[in-house]
Protein backbone atom coordinates (compact mmCIF):
# COMPACT_ATOMS: atom_id res chain seq x y z
CA UNK A 1 0.00 0.00 0.00
CA UNK A 2 2.96 2.37 1.20
CA UNK A 3 4.65 1.67 -2.07
CA UNK A 4 1.60 2.55 -4.28
CA UNK A 5 1.37 5.42 -2.64
CA UNK A 6 5.12 6.58 -3.16
CA UNK A 7 4.92 6.43 -6.37
CA UNK A 8 1.61 7.87 -6.93
CA UNK A 9 3.33 10.91 -4.69
CA UNK A 10 6.14 10.94 -7.22
CA UNK A 11 3.80 11.32 -9.90
CA UNK A 12 2.16 14.01 -8.75
CA UNK A 13 5.97 15.94 -7.76
CA UNK A 14 6.65 14.95 -11.16
CA UNK A 15 3.71 16.43 -12.91
CA UNK A 16 3.47 19.59 -11.02
CA UNK A 17 7.36 19.85 -12.00
CA UNK A 18 6.12 19.90 -15.71
CA UNK A 19 3.38 22.32 -15.10
CA UNK A 20 5.96 24.83 -13.92
CA UNK A 21 6.92 24.53 -17.52
CA UNK A 22 3.69 25.15 -18.60
CA UNK A 23 3.22 21.71 -19.76
CA UNK A 24 -0.49 21.86 -20.36
CA UNK A 25 -0.56 17.93 -20.73
CA UNK A 26 0.50 17.39 -16.88
CA UNK A 27 -1.78 19.93 -15.97
CA UNK A 28 -5.11 18.29 -17.28
CA UNK A 29 -3.36 15.24 -15.79
CA UNK A 30 -2.86 16.49 -12.45
CA UNK A 31 -6.38 17.73 -12.31
CA UNK A 32 -7.53 14.42 -13.19
CA UNK A 33 -5.67 12.75 -10.31
CA UNK A 34 -6.43 15.32 -7.99
CA UNK A 35 -10.07 17.44 -8.20
CA UNK A 36 -12.01 15.67 -6.67
CA UNK A 37 -9.52 15.35 -3.46
CA UNK A 38 -9.30 19.28 -3.46
CA UNK A 39 -12.90 19.92 -4.22
CA UNK A 40 -13.62 17.60 -1.20
CA UNK A 41 -12.15 19.82 0.83
CA UNK A 42 -13.23 22.92 -0.11
CA UNK A 43 -16.89 21.69 -0.45
CA UNK A 44 -16.62 20.76 3.20
CA UNK A 45 -15.15 23.76 4.30
CA UNK A 46 -17.51 26.15 2.11
CA UNK A 47 -20.82 23.95 2.41
CA UNK A 48 -21.93 25.61 -0.75
CA UNK A 49 -21.37 23.96 -4.51
CA UNK A 50 -21.08 26.84 -6.56
CA UNK A 51 -19.08 28.40 -4.02
CA UNK A 52 -16.46 25.52 -3.48
CA UNK A 53 -16.16 25.60 -7.27
CA UNK A 54 -14.95 28.88 -7.75
CA UNK A 55 -12.59 28.48 -5.60
CA UNK A 56 -11.67 25.09 -6.85
CA UNK A 57 -11.14 27.48 -10.20
CA UNK A 58 -8.88 29.63 -8.49
CA UNK A 59 -7.07 26.77 -6.89
CA UNK A 60 -5.71 25.44 -9.95
CA UNK A 61 -5.17 28.82 -12.19
CA UNK A 62 -3.11 29.58 -9.13
CA UNK A 63 -1.56 26.30 -9.97
CA UNK A 64 -0.73 26.54 -13.08
CA UNK A 65 0.33 30.10 -12.41
CA UNK A 66 3.22 29.21 -8.77
CA UNK A 67 3.83 25.56 -10.42
CA UNK A 68 7.12 26.80 -11.09
CA UNK A 69 7.55 27.94 -7.30
CA UNK A 70 6.71 24.33 -6.23
CA UNK A 71 9.77 22.96 -4.30
CA UNK A 72 9.54 19.05 -3.78
CA UNK A 73 12.47 19.12 -1.01
CA UNK A 74 9.62 21.65 1.16
CA UNK A 75 6.53 20.18 0.46
CA UNK A 76 5.03 16.95 -1.71
CA UNK A 77 2.69 18.03 -4.18
CA UNK A 78 -0.76 16.95 -2.53
CA UNK A 79 0.45 18.97 0.61
CA UNK A 80 1.06 21.77 -1.21
CA UNK A 81 -1.81 21.77 -3.42
CA UNK A 82 -4.24 21.10 -0.53
CA UNK A 83 -2.65 24.05 1.14
CA UNK A 84 -3.39 26.07 -1.76
CA UNK A 85 -6.58 24.76 -1.47
CA UNK A 86 -7.21 25.83 2.28
CA UNK A 87 -6.17 29.01 2.20
CA UNK A 88 -8.12 29.73 -0.38
CA UNK A 89 -11.36 28.23 1.42
CA UNK A 90 -10.97 29.78 4.13
CA UNK A 91 -9.84 33.41 2.83
CA UNK A 92 -13.33 33.15 1.22
CA UNK A 93 -14.96 31.63 4.52
CA UNK A 94 -13.42 34.84 6.10
CA UNK A 95 -15.07 37.05 3.60
CA UNK A 96 -18.36 35.64 4.79
CA UNK A 97 -17.35 36.38 8.19
CA UNK A 98 -19.77 38.97 9.25
CA UNK A 99 -22.57 37.26 7.14
CA UNK A 100 -21.82 33.60 9.32
CA UNK A 101 -22.00 35.56 12.50
CA UNK A 102 -25.69 37.00 11.66
CA UNK A 103 -26.74 33.47 10.76
CA UNK A 104 -27.72 31.43 13.91
CA UNK A 105 -28.11 28.29 11.45
CA UNK A 106 -24.75 28.26 10.64
CA UNK A 107 -23.26 28.47 13.73
CA UNK A 108 -25.50 25.51 15.16
CA UNK A 109 -24.43 22.88 13.01
CA UNK A 110 -23.24 20.03 15.49
CA UNK A 111 -19.35 19.95 15.74
CA UNK A 112 -17.93 17.57 13.17
CA UNK A 113 -16.38 14.46 15.43
CA UNK A 114 -16.97 11.57 12.78
CA UNK A 115 -15.18 8.28 13.28
CA UNK A 116 -12.32 8.69 11.56
CA UNK A 117 -11.27 6.10 8.99
CA UNK A 118 -7.66 5.17 10.89
CA UNK A 119 -7.93 1.66 10.47
CA UNK A 120 -8.50 2.30 6.95
CA UNK A 121 -5.94 0.45 4.57
CA UNK A 122 -5.92 3.06 2.33
CA UNK A 123 -4.30 6.04 4.67
CA UNK A 124 -0.90 6.74 4.77
CA UNK A 125 1.69 6.60 7.64
CA UNK A 126 1.70 10.03 7.83
CA UNK A 127 -2.11 9.99 8.66
CA UNK A 128 -1.96 7.14 10.46
CA UNK A 129 0.78 8.58 12.95
CA UNK A 130 -1.11 11.79 12.92
CA UNK A 131 -3.95 9.95 14.10
CA UNK A 132 -2.10 8.12 16.56
CA UNK A 133 -1.23 11.58 18.62
CA UNK A 134 -4.80 12.76 17.93
CA UNK A 135 -6.19 9.97 19.91
CA UNK A 136 -3.75 10.92 22.87
CA UNK A 137 -5.34 14.10 23.32
CA UNK A 138 -8.85 14.99 25.44
CA UNK A 139 -11.65 13.80 23.45
CA UNK A 140 -13.07 17.19 23.56
CA UNK A 141 -10.03 18.78 22.47
CA UNK A 142 -9.58 16.28 20.04
CA UNK A 143 -12.85 16.90 18.36
CA UNK A 144 -12.30 20.89 17.97
CA UNK A 145 -9.46 20.56 16.30
CA UNK A 146 -10.65 18.01 13.81
CA UNK A 147 -13.32 21.06 13.49
CA UNK A 148 -11.39 23.31 13.08
CA UNK A 149 -9.14 21.76 10.43
CA UNK A 150 -12.28 20.67 8.22
CA UNK A 151 -14.64 23.40 8.90
CA UNK A 152 -11.95 26.43 8.74
CA UNK A 153 -13.56 28.10 11.32
CA UNK A 154 -12.32 30.50 13.52
CA UNK A 155 -11.53 30.73 17.39
CA UNK A 156 -14.97 32.68 18.16
CA UNK A 157 -16.96 30.56 15.84
CA UNK A 158 -15.71 27.25 17.32
CA UNK A 159 -16.81 28.27 20.79
CA UNK A 160 -19.63 29.32 19.69
CA UNK A 161 -20.59 25.97 18.12
CA UNK A 162 -18.97 24.21 21.59
CA UNK A 163 -20.99 25.91 23.68
CA UNK A 164 -17.43 27.22 25.70
CA UNK A 165 -15.99 30.65 26.50
CA UNK A 166 -13.56 31.91 24.34
CA UNK A 167 -10.66 31.35 26.44
CA UNK A 168 -11.47 27.83 27.05
CA UNK A 169 -11.43 26.70 23.44
CA UNK A 170 -8.07 28.57 22.81
CA UNK A 171 -6.58 26.87 25.62
CA UNK A 172 -8.05 23.51 24.36
CA UNK A 173 -6.78 24.06 20.81
CA UNK A 174 -2.89 25.49 21.78
CA UNK A 175 -2.92 22.71 24.14
CA UNK A 176 -3.58 20.55 21.44
CA UNK A 177 -1.14 21.90 19.15
CA UNK A 178 1.31 21.63 21.55
CA UNK A 179 1.12 17.86 22.55
CA UNK A 180 0.46 17.37 18.62
CA UNK A 181 3.86 19.19 17.87
CA UNK A 182 5.73 16.41 20.61
CA UNK A 183 3.81 13.60 19.71
CA UNK A 184 4.72 13.60 16.15
CA UNK A 185 8.48 15.26 16.34
CA UNK A 186 9.38 12.35 18.08
CA UNK B 1 15.08 24.91 24.69
CA UNK B 2 12.16 27.02 23.73
CA UNK B 3 12.03 30.15 25.26
CA UNK B 4 8.21 31.49 25.43
CA UNK B 5 9.00 33.65 22.65
CA UNK B 6 9.49 30.89 20.58
CA UNK B 7 6.66 28.99 21.49
CA UNK B 8 4.57 31.51 20.95
CA UNK B 9 5.61 32.23 17.37
CA UNK B 10 5.21 28.28 16.73
CA UNK B 11 1.52 28.63 18.00
CA UNK B 12 0.76 31.48 15.57
CA UNK B 13 1.77 29.51 13.25
CA UNK B 14 0.42 26.15 13.79
CA UNK B 15 -2.79 28.21 14.30
CA UNK B 16 -2.68 29.62 10.77
CA UNK B 17 -2.53 26.53 9.07
CA UNK B 18 -4.88 24.82 11.72
CA UNK B 19 -7.19 27.57 10.21
CA UNK B 20 -8.45 29.36 13.67
CA UNK B 21 -7.25 32.78 13.03
CA UNK B 22 -9.47 35.33 12.12
CA UNK B 23 -8.67 37.43 8.82
CA UNK B 24 -6.42 40.03 10.36
CA UNK B 25 -4.04 37.57 12.04
CA UNK B 26 -4.15 35.34 9.23
CA UNK B 27 -2.99 38.28 7.11
CA UNK B 28 -0.11 39.07 9.57
CA UNK B 29 1.27 35.09 9.36
CA UNK B 30 1.09 34.89 5.46
CA UNK B 31 3.19 38.29 4.80
CA UNK B 32 5.29 36.79 7.21
CA UNK B 33 5.89 33.70 5.18
CA UNK B 34 6.24 35.75 2.42
CA UNK B 35 9.19 37.63 3.75
CA UNK B 36 11.05 35.73 6.52
CA UNK B 37 12.24 32.32 5.71
CA UNK B 38 11.94 31.20 9.66
CA UNK B 39 8.17 31.88 9.44
CA UNK B 40 8.08 29.78 5.98
CA UNK B 41 9.90 27.00 7.37
CA UNK B 42 8.01 27.24 10.31
CA UNK B 43 4.88 27.17 8.91
CA UNK B 44 5.70 24.28 6.00
CA UNK B 45 6.20 22.08 9.11
CA UNK B 46 2.60 22.47 10.39
CA UNK B 47 1.43 21.96 6.94
CA UNK B 48 3.65 18.16 6.81
CA UNK B 49 2.50 17.61 10.40
CA UNK B 50 -1.65 18.52 9.97
CA UNK B 51 -1.93 18.18 6.29
CA UNK B 52 -2.56 14.11 6.47
CA UNK B 53 -5.91 15.14 7.42
CA UNK B 54 -7.28 15.95 4.37
CA UNK B 55 -7.40 12.01 3.23
CA UNK B 56 -10.26 11.52 5.28
CA UNK B 57 -12.15 13.85 3.07
CA UNK B 58 -14.64 12.44 0.71
CA UNK B 59 -13.43 12.97 -3.08
CA UNK B 60 -16.41 14.65 -4.27
CA UNK B 61 -15.91 15.15 -8.25
CA UNK B 62 -16.19 18.69 -9.72
CA UNK B 63 -18.76 19.84 -12.44
CA UNK B 64 -17.26 19.27 -16.02
CA UNK B 65 -17.40 23.24 -16.47
CA UNK B 66 -14.82 23.67 -13.89
CA UNK B 67 -11.72 22.61 -16.01
CA UNK B 68 -13.64 24.06 -19.00
CA UNK B 69 -13.12 27.64 -16.83
CA UNK B 70 -10.18 26.96 -15.66
CA UNK B 71 -8.69 26.21 -19.38
CA UNK B 72 -10.55 29.84 -20.35
CA UNK B 73 -9.25 31.27 -17.43
CA UNK B 74 -5.54 30.61 -18.42
CA UNK B 75 -6.49 31.21 -21.85
CA UNK B 76 -5.23 27.77 -22.32
CA UNK B 77 -5.95 26.09 -25.71
CA UNK B 78 -9.14 24.76 -26.53
CA UNK B 79 -9.61 21.23 -24.14
CA UNK B 80 -8.78 18.22 -25.71
CA UNK B 81 -11.99 16.63 -26.40
CA UNK B 82 -10.66 14.22 -29.51
CA UNK B 83 -9.23 15.15 -32.24
CA UNK B 84 -9.02 18.99 -32.36
CA UNK B 85 -11.11 20.10 -35.86
CA UNK B 86 -9.36 20.73 -38.93
CA UNK B 87 -10.95 22.89 -41.54
CA UNK B 88 -12.40 26.82 -42.15
CA UNK B 89 -13.62 26.76 -38.72
CA UNK B 90 -10.30 26.73 -37.00
CA UNK B 91 -8.74 28.79 -39.28
CA UNK B 92 -8.29 31.92 -36.93
CA UNK B 93 -7.13 34.99 -40.45
CA UNK B 94 -10.49 33.46 -41.79
CA UNK B 95 -12.57 34.72 -38.68
CA UNK B 96 -10.24 37.62 -37.98
CA UNK B 97 -10.63 38.65 -42.13
CA UNK B 98 -14.47 38.29 -41.45
CA UNK B 99 -14.67 40.33 -38.23
CA UNK B 100 -13.10 43.17 -39.45
CA UNK B 101 -13.52 43.52 -42.87
CA UNK B 102 -16.80 41.55 -43.74
CA UNK B 103 -18.51 42.58 -46.71
CA UNK B 104 -20.65 41.21 -48.97
CA UNK B 105 -17.88 40.70 -51.66
CA UNK B 106 -15.83 38.50 -49.08
CA UNK B 107 -18.98 36.49 -47.91
CA UNK B 108 -19.24 35.92 -52.18
CA UNK B 109 -15.94 34.67 -52.36
CA UNK B 110 -15.60 32.61 -49.70
CA UNK B 111 -19.13 30.42 -51.31
CA UNK B 112 -16.62 30.45 -54.29
CA UNK B 113 -13.66 29.29 -52.38
CA UNK B 114 -15.53 26.65 -50.68
CA UNK B 115 -18.81 25.23 -52.29
CA UNK B 116 -17.55 22.02 -54.04
CA UNK B 117 -18.94 21.94 -57.57
CA UNK B 118 -20.37 18.88 -57.71
CA UNK B 119 -21.46 18.78 -54.00
CA UNK B 120 -24.74 18.37 -53.61
CA UNK B 121 -27.04 20.96 -51.43
CA UNK B 122 -26.56 20.55 -48.11
CA UNK B 123 -29.74 19.97 -45.87
CA UNK B 124 -30.28 22.78 -43.58
CA UNK B 125 -32.86 23.14 -40.56
CA UNK B 126 -34.27 26.63 -40.48
CA UNK B 127 -35.62 26.18 -37.18
CA UNK B 128 -33.12 25.16 -35.46
CA UNK B 129 -29.85 27.30 -36.69
CA UNK B 130 -26.82 25.56 -36.44
CA UNK B 131 -24.59 28.49 -35.96
CA UNK B 132 -25.34 31.63 -34.36
CA UNK B 133 -23.69 34.83 -34.18
CA UNK B 134 -23.33 37.95 -31.91
CA UNK B 135 -22.15 41.86 -32.85
CA UNK B 136 -21.16 43.14 -29.65
CA UNK B 137 -20.82 46.55 -29.49
CA UNK B 138 -19.80 49.33 -27.27
CA UNK B 139 -21.80 52.44 -25.76
CA UNK B 140 -20.91 54.52 -28.46
CA UNK B 141 -22.30 52.16 -31.25
CA UNK B 142 -18.79 51.01 -32.38
CA UNK B 143 -18.51 47.17 -32.79
CA UNK B 144 -15.82 45.69 -30.41
CA UNK B 145 -16.56 42.41 -31.20
CA UNK B 146 -17.99 39.40 -33.01
CA UNK B 147 -18.95 36.00 -31.82
CA UNK B 148 -19.60 33.12 -34.23
CA UNK B 149 -21.32 30.42 -32.13
CA UNK B 150 -20.95 26.52 -33.15
CA UNK B 151 -23.56 24.99 -30.79
CA UNK B 152 -23.04 21.79 -31.96
CA UNK B 153 -19.86 21.36 -31.25
CA UNK B 154 -19.64 23.26 -28.41
CA UNK B 155 -17.68 26.02 -29.81
CA UNK B 156 -16.98 29.98 -30.39
CA UNK B 157 -14.63 32.07 -31.94
CA UNK B 158 -14.75 35.87 -30.83
CA UNK B 159 -13.21 38.09 -32.91
CA UNK B 160 -12.11 41.71 -31.98
CA UNK B 161 -13.54 44.20 -34.61
CA UNK B 162 -12.05 47.35 -33.14
CA UNK B 163 -8.52 47.93 -31.26
CA UNK B 164 -9.63 48.12 -27.20
CA UNK B 165 -6.42 48.85 -25.12
CA UNK B 166 -6.59 47.45 -21.09
CA UNK B 167 -4.54 48.45 -18.21
CA UNK B 168 -2.02 46.09 -17.44
CA UNK B 169 -3.04 43.34 -15.34
CA UNK B 170 -6.50 43.67 -17.13
CA UNK B 171 -7.92 41.57 -20.16
CA UNK B 172 -11.70 41.67 -21.03
CA UNK B 173 -13.96 38.79 -20.21
CA UNK B 174 -16.69 37.28 -22.07
CA UNK B 175 -20.30 36.51 -20.40
CA UNK B 176 -23.02 34.74 -21.43
CA UNK B 177 -26.00 36.83 -20.25
CA UNK B 178 -29.55 33.92 -20.07
CA UNK B 179 -32.85 36.45 -20.47
CA UNK B 180 -33.96 37.41 -16.77
CA UNK B 181 -30.60 35.18 -15.41
CA UNK B 182 -27.11 36.13 -14.24
CA UNK B 183 -23.90 36.45 -16.06
CA UNK B 184 -22.33 33.29 -16.71
CA UNK B 185 -18.57 33.23 -17.76
CA UNK B 186 -17.53 32.19 -21.07
CA UNK B 187 -14.07 32.78 -21.22
CA UNK B 188 -11.63 35.13 -21.10
CA UNK B 189 -10.63 36.71 -25.08
CA UNK B 190 -7.20 38.19 -25.93
CA UNK B 191 -8.06 41.60 -26.54
CA UNK B 192 -5.87 41.99 -30.24
CA UNK B 193 -6.43 38.09 -31.49
CA UNK B 194 -9.16 35.78 -32.58
CA UNK B 195 -10.08 33.62 -29.62
CA UNK B 196 -11.88 29.84 -29.87
CA UNK B 197 -13.40 29.45 -26.73
CA UNK B 198 -14.78 25.79 -25.83
CA UNK B 199 -18.25 25.65 -24.41
CA UNK B 200 -19.06 23.77 -21.74
CA UNK B 201 -22.67 21.88 -22.14
CA UNK B 202 -24.76 24.20 -19.34
CA UNK B 203 -23.13 27.05 -21.10
CA UNK B 204 -24.89 25.92 -25.16
CA UNK B 205 -28.11 25.02 -23.43
CA UNK B 206 -28.39 28.96 -22.60
CA UNK B 207 -27.35 29.67 -26.19
CA UNK B 208 -30.19 31.19 -27.72
CA UNK B 209 -32.03 34.43 -29.38
CA UNK B 210 -33.02 35.88 -26.04
CA UNK B 211 -29.36 35.63 -24.56
CA UNK B 212 -27.08 38.09 -24.60
CA UNK B 213 -23.30 38.16 -24.87
CA UNK B 214 -20.61 40.92 -22.66
CA UNK B 215 -17.31 41.75 -22.38
CA UNK B 216 -16.77 43.04 -18.95
CA UNK B 217 -12.76 44.35 -17.98
CA UNK B 218 -11.27 42.17 -15.43
CA UNK B 219 -8.46 41.31 -13.24
CA UNK B 220 -6.12 38.76 -16.01
CA UNK B 221 -7.13 35.21 -14.30
CA UNK B 222 -10.72 36.26 -14.56
CA UNK B 223 -13.11 37.67 -12.27
CA UNK B 224 -12.49 36.37 -8.63
CA UNK B 225 -16.06 36.11 -7.68
CA UNK B 226 -18.05 34.62 -10.80
CA UNK B 227 -19.65 37.56 -11.64
CA UNK B 228 -17.82 40.58 -13.55
CA UNK B 229 -16.40 42.71 -10.72
CA UNK B 230 -15.58 45.48 -13.61
CA UNK B 231 -17.04 48.31 -16.16
CA UNK B 232 -18.99 46.47 -18.79
CA UNK B 233 -17.61 47.86 -22.04
CA UNK B 234 -19.62 45.85 -24.96
CA UNK B 235 -22.96 44.00 -25.26
CA UNK B 236 -24.80 42.32 -27.83
CA UNK B 237 -27.87 40.63 -28.41
CA UNK B 238 -27.28 37.08 -29.47
CA UNK B 239 -29.17 36.38 -33.10
CA UNK B 240 -29.36 35.40 -36.71
CA UNK B 241 -27.14 37.37 -39.17
CA UNK B 242 -25.78 40.18 -36.96
CA UNK B 243 -27.91 43.49 -39.04
CA UNK B 244 -26.40 44.58 -42.27
CA UNK B 245 -22.50 43.40 -41.68
CA UNK B 246 -22.01 40.32 -43.89
CA UNK B 247 -21.33 38.29 -40.94
CA UNK B 248 -21.44 34.61 -41.83
CA UNK B 249 -24.68 32.94 -39.57
CA UNK B 250 -24.98 29.41 -40.70
CA UNK B 251 -22.01 27.19 -41.48
CA UNK B 252 -23.79 23.91 -43.11
CA UNK B 253 -22.08 20.65 -43.87
CA UNK B 254 -20.75 19.70 -47.94
CA UNK B 255 -20.86 16.51 -46.74
CA UNK B 256 -16.98 16.14 -48.05
CA UNK B 257 -13.98 16.91 -45.40
CA UNK B 258 -14.53 17.06 -42.11
CA UNK B 259 -18.32 17.28 -41.90
CA UNK B 260 -19.55 20.64 -40.46
CA UNK B 261 -16.32 22.13 -40.59
CA UNK B 262 -15.55 22.14 -43.97
CA UNK B 263 -17.72 25.37 -44.30
CA UNK B 264 -19.67 26.90 -46.95
CA UNK B 265 -22.09 29.98 -46.10
CA UNK B 266 -25.58 28.90 -46.36
CA UNK B 267 -28.30 30.90 -47.17
CA UNK B 268 -28.86 33.91 -44.61
CA UNK B 269 -32.37 34.72 -43.76
CA UNK B 270 -32.22 38.38 -43.09
CA UNK B 271 -33.52 41.30 -45.46
CA UNK B 272 -29.85 42.94 -45.59
CA UNK B 273 -28.58 39.25 -47.03
CA UNK B 274 -31.05 38.42 -49.82
CA UNK B 275 -28.86 39.31 -52.55
CA UNK B 276 -26.31 36.76 -50.98
CA UNK B 277 -28.94 33.89 -50.78
CA UNK B 278 -29.60 34.50 -53.92
CA UNK B 279 -26.32 34.36 -55.29
CA UNK B 280 -25.46 31.00 -53.32
CA UNK B 281 -29.01 29.78 -54.24
CA UNK B 282 -27.81 29.96 -58.11
CA UNK B 283 -24.55 27.95 -57.34
CA UNK B 284 -26.39 25.25 -56.03
CA UNK B 285 -28.75 24.77 -58.46
Not at chain 1, 115 to 131: D, F, I, K, V, W
Not at chain 2, 96 to 120: D, F, K, M, N, Q
Not at chain 2, 254 to 282: F, H, R, V, Y
Request: hydrophobic share 40%; proline share 8%.
Amino acid sequence: MSATRTIEQQELNQLLIEIGSEDQKAFAELYKRTSSKLFGVCLRMLRDRSEAEEVLQETYTTVWRRASSFNVAKASAITWLMTLARNKSIDRLRQHREEQLDDPLKLDETPDDQPTPAGHAETSQAHQRLQGCLDELEPQQRSSVREAFFTGATYNELATRCKVPLGTMKSWIRRSLMQLRTCLDQ
Amino acid sequence: MNTPADDNNHLRYAEYVLGVLDADARAAVAHEVQTTEAAATAVALWQQRLMPLTEEVVEVEPAAYVWARIHHALQLNAPARGRPRQGLWNNLPLWHWLGIGASAAAIALLVVVTVPRTAPPAPTSTANPSYMAATIRQDNGVIGWTATMDPKNARMVVVPASPTAFASGRAPELWLIPPGGKPISVGMITPDQPTTLALDPALVAQLGPKAALAVSVEPIGGSPTGQPTGPVIAKGAISGVPEASAHPRKVASTGIGSGATTAMLNAPDTPGMQQKTATETDRRS
